[in-house]
């Protein structure tokens, strides 16, 4: 059974950062792309950021510049340091992992809410 653990969302005020991590099990990590996906009240799911096996990343526009994604194989964990943090940076973020791409992925977290207060 797969499982995507996210953590560290929380409330935090405009300009402050979070660190959110993504624990998973049932998968063999290392050869999985894993990103974070973002879902706003009202808004559209969008990919924040992906990193592959290679540790190749990509980053959406809002993300460019603030957050960095980042992955330990050895602790199976993905992480998101976001930094510069604002209003519009409010919404339940999501861990995903998948064999070929961070499109469309396989597996989802349950995802953890990161509310940025101005």
């Known amino acids: 059974q797969v499982q995507l653990v996210e953590s560290g969302g929380g409330l935090v005020q405009a300009g402050g950062s979070l660190k959110l991590s993504c624990t998973a099990s049932g998968i063999i990590f290392a050869i999985h792309t894993m990103a974070w996906y973002r879902q706003a009240p009202g808004k559209q799911r969008e990919l924040v950021a992906a990193?592959?096996?290679?540790?190749?990343?990509v980053y959406s526009g809002a993300a460019k510049g603030r957050f960095t994604i980042s992955r330990d194989n050895a602790k199976n964990t993905v992480y998101l340091q976001m930094n510069s943090l604002n209003a519009e940076d409010t919404a339940v973020y999501y861990c995903?992992?998948?064999?070929?791409?961070?499109?469309?992925?396989?597996?989802w977290g349950q995802g953890t809410q990161v509310t940025v207060s101005s």
């Open positions: 990193i592959t096996t290679v540790e190749s990343t």
């Open positions: 995903t992992a998948d064999l070929r791409s961070y499109n469309n992925p396989r597996y």
